[in-house]
């Protein structure tokens, strides 16, 4: 009996989910004729197929749970969004700036000749103190301009002249710089201030590329600017005059992208300012 019952099975047995044994079929003869009979196989195939039909839209639902989520979302807010009562309270909440709040309590150094800044860096020059969320300004030798937020360590360019904090109200300081253009050779002096910025793209404040810084001066007002300048030129050039004053006043204030004016067509050595003196070398 139980080898005709399996060989009964036979046709059936692939649309199994495990393979029937001999414990199997002994249940089978063990269940009374009144319930075989009340089988019905139609309403059976009509509950597998629907469980095979979920099955397939749950994988379909896995494959795309965004557009899943948003719909169940969308149901739940059909559902209980109208005609319902809201049972929370909720105040307006003012928004806070974390630049406000955060303390300064790191300490910011530049590495000038390799061209880095870093946090902490007790071996290398001490800049100022500063929070995790400033922004620094670095001006180099050749030139060239970058703003970054501070880091452990964060490479601005070669050979830095100047390096700030920038204010968070943006940088308000005038800045006077002569520079020897590459392209032309001649000296330029100007007078501006920084504006708007990018953070770390790479701003060029001089004419050329691979253009010689040969003074620079921030100040805090325009009236701090230096008036004139001592400017003593190279020995090895065939100018007449080695040594003159250029009047600064001739310069305006304009902005951080402005060629400046003629200081000599002559390679600078050396310029004074006072007690400051920024040699060429």
């Known amino acids: 009996m139980l ?12 649309q199994l989910r495990r393979a029937v044994s001999d414990d199997d079929i002994v249940r089978l003869t063990e269940i009374r004729i009144k319930r075989i ?3 019905n196989r139609f309403q059976a195939d009509e509950a597998i197929g629907k469980i ?18 948003i719909k169940w979302f969308e149901s ?8 319902r009562k809201r049972r929370t309270e909720y105040e307006e909440i003012g928004q806070i700036s974390a630049a406000e709040v955060v303390s300064a309590n790191q300490r910011l150094y530049v590495n000038r000749e390799e061209g880095f800044i870093g946090l902490n860096w007790r071996q290398h020059e001490f800049v100022q103190e500063c929070s995790i969320l400033d922004d620094v300004l670095c001006i180099m030798a050749d030139g060239s301009m970058r703003v970054a937020r501070v880091g452990d360590k964060v ?7 100047h390096c700030a904090v920038l204010s968070k109200d943006g940088d308000t300081a005038f800045y006077t710089m002569v520079y020897q253009d590459k392209e032309t050779g001649k000296a330029f002096a100007k007078k501006f201030q920084i504006g708007g910025v990018t953070r770390d ?15 620079l001066e921030v100040n805090r007002s325009e009236k701090e600017i230096a008036p004139t300048l001592h400017i003593a030129l190279d020995g090895r ?3 007449r005059v080695r040594e003159f004053d250029f009047d600064l006043r001739r310069v305006p204030v304009s902005n951080r992208s402005a060629k400046g004016l003629t200081v000599t067509r002559w390679p600078v050595k050396e310029i004074k300012r006072a007690d400051l003196t920024l040699s060429a070398g």
């Open 237 to 239: 050039s065939r100018a």
């Open 201 to 215: 793209k790479l701003y060029p404040l001089a004419k050329s590329p691979g253009s010689r810084v040969v003074y």
């Open 76 to 83: 739940l807010q059909e559902k209980y969004g109208k005609g």
């Open 3 to 14: 080898a005709e019952i399996r060989e009964g099975l036979q046709p059936f047995l692939k």
């Open 37 to 39: 009979s009340a089988y």
């Open 52 to 69: 095979e039909e979920g099955i397939k839209q749950v994988k379909h639902d896995l494959k795309n749970l965004t557009p899943y989520a």
């Open 155 to 161: 490479f601005m360019g070669p050979n830095v002249l």
